[in-house]
């Protein structure tokens, strides 16, 4: 029996949720898929390994760790190491983060005459201050001048070749600065494809509750055939089903909750197409997925850097089960592959998927101030691009 054979999901015999919308295919400029799922592009996580395990288990759009136009324009090695894709990869959704337009248009430039993706989404809401003192990610929404240049740059060189671009956002820098409404109506005129809401401000970083009203009044702000995704919260399939039936989203797009459980991806297929839920994995099928997942990190990164990345994931993937402590440490050291397999030997294959693994995963951390550039805030009008604004490295 192969390893994939192993992560296979076992026979459905779950309910499937109440209430199931029913949506039409979601569709990103020429592309359709029947599931309204997108795999949201994060740092250090979204390589090809591990979007590879998550398409396996259902249909959707798996985006990639974020991309740097300065990366891409300066021909930085290490980023177009990181623009990697299955042969069987389709579409190819890449994510790209700028804060100057004409930056934006070249690199846009360069992905369409390399035919190095076949979709883009903008990325204009990540908190992290690193990004956000530049005047990038989630701050940059707030300056509607700028923020409609670069969009109008990347759509209209990403345009000759067919690739549709997408915006992911938040609702704005903090309470007293909402900016998603007025962001996600630049963006339409621009002529995005789709527009994403991760219903929490850069404040909130990803701590407390996301506010999914403000997917509903992104919904009823735009035109029905633009659709809208909604972003946070979503942590098992009912989650999915609550949000489109709450706010009206045309789709949901899937970031901490899929952290250490692919399958989810499966649920989400057998939810919205109104199937029985497959039974959660026991323990020996999460095994079988984390060595499969250390063999594709060493496939792409090298066997010593694939080894030590696998690290962070086992913890998400063990969560709930009942693991002994000594175990746990030395999967959180492990140095091999053969290490990992004897370790993973160790555990009780048996022991079925515990009710406490279900729920938040991943960061949560605590809200704070957002760093900005000074006096970012004096003037929302004004266009100019910060001193220092571009990031010279991929994946956040």
């Known amino acids: 029996m192969s390893v994939q054979d192993l992560v296979a999901r076992p026979a459905t015999t779950a309910a499937a949720p109440a209430?199931?919308?029913?949506?039409?295919?979601?569709?990103?400029?020429?592309?359709?898929?029947?599931?309204p799922v997108v795999l949201a592009p994060m740092a250090g996580i979204t390589n090809p390994g591990f979007r590879r395990l998550c398409r396996e288990q259902g249909a959707g759009y798996?985006?990639?760790?974020?991309?740097?136009?300065?990366?891409?324009?300066?021909?930085?090695?290490?980023?177009?190491?990181?623009?990697?894709?299955?042969p069987d990869e389709h579409p190819r959704s890449m994510q790209l983060y700028g804060v100057d337009p004409a930056t934006i248009g070249a690199a846009v430039r360069v992905i369409a005459e390399r035919d190095l993706a076949d979709h883009l989404d903008l990325n204009f809401g990540c908190p992290v201050p690193k990004v956000t003192r530049r005047g990038g990610g989630a701050a940059l929404p707030y300056k509607v001048r700028l923020f409609e240049r670069i969009v109008r740059a990347a759509?209209?060189?990403?345009?000759?070749?067919?690739?549709?671009?997408?915006?992911?956002?938040?609702?704005?820098?903090?309470?007293?600065?909402?900016?998603?409404?007025?962001?996600a109506r630049i963006a339409r005129d621009c002529g995005v494809s789709a527009v994403a809401l991760h219903a929490r401000t850069a404040a909130q970083r990803y701590s407390g509750t996301a506010d999914w009203s403000m997917i509903s009044r992104l919904r009823d702000a735009m035109p029905a055939e633009l659709p809208v995704l909604?972003?946070?919260?979503?942590?098992?399939?009912?989650?999915?089903?609550?949000?489109?039936?709450?706010?009206?989203?045309?789709?949901?797009?899937i970031g901490r909750g899929c952290l250490g459980r692919p399958w989810l991806f499966a649920d989400l297929e057998a939810a919205f197409a109104g199937r029985p839920l497959p039974t959660p994995p026991n323990l020996g099928t999460v095994a079988a997925t984390i060595r499969r997942h250390a063999v594709l990190l060493c496939e792409h990164m090298g066997d010593h850097k694939g080894i030590r990345d696998v690290r962070k994931h086992?913890?998400?993937?063990?969560?709930?089960?009942?693991?002994?402590?000594?175990?746990?440490?030395?999967?959180?050291?492990v140095a091999s592959i053969d290490e990992l397999y004897e370790l993973l030997a160790m555990l009780d294959h048996d022991e079925p998927f515990p009710a406490d693994a279900e729920g938040p995963r991943g960061r949560q951390g605590s809200p704070g101030r957002v760093v900005l550039p000074e006096h970012w805030l004096d003037d929302p009008c004004d266009p100019?691009?910060?001193?220092?604004?571009?990031?010279?490295?991929?994946?956040?």
């Open 62 to 86: 798996y985006v990639c760790e974020m991309i740097t136009s300065r990366g891409l324009v300066e021909r930085n090695p290490l980023t177009f190491r990181m623009i990697a894709f299955d």
């Open 230 to 253: 909604g972003n946070g919260d979503i942590f098992s399939a009912d989650d999915a089903l609550a949000m489109v039936a709450q706010t009206g989203c045309d789709g949901v797009v």
């Open 314 to 333: 086992i913890a998400w993937y063990l969560k709930g089960f009942p693991v002994g402590g000594d175990v746990r440490k030395r999967l959180g050291m």
């Open 19 to 35: 209430t199931t919308p029913v949506l039409p295919p979601l569709r990103i400029g020429k592309f359709s898929v029947d599931t």
């Open 155 to 183: 759509v209209d060189n990403a345009a000759p070749a067919g690739i549709p671009v997408t915006v992911k956002m938040r609702i704005g820098i903090d309470d007293e600065h909402h900016t998603f409404l007025e962001a």
């Open 384 to 396: 100019s691009v910060p001193f220092g604004a571009e990031l010279d490295h991929s994946g956040g």
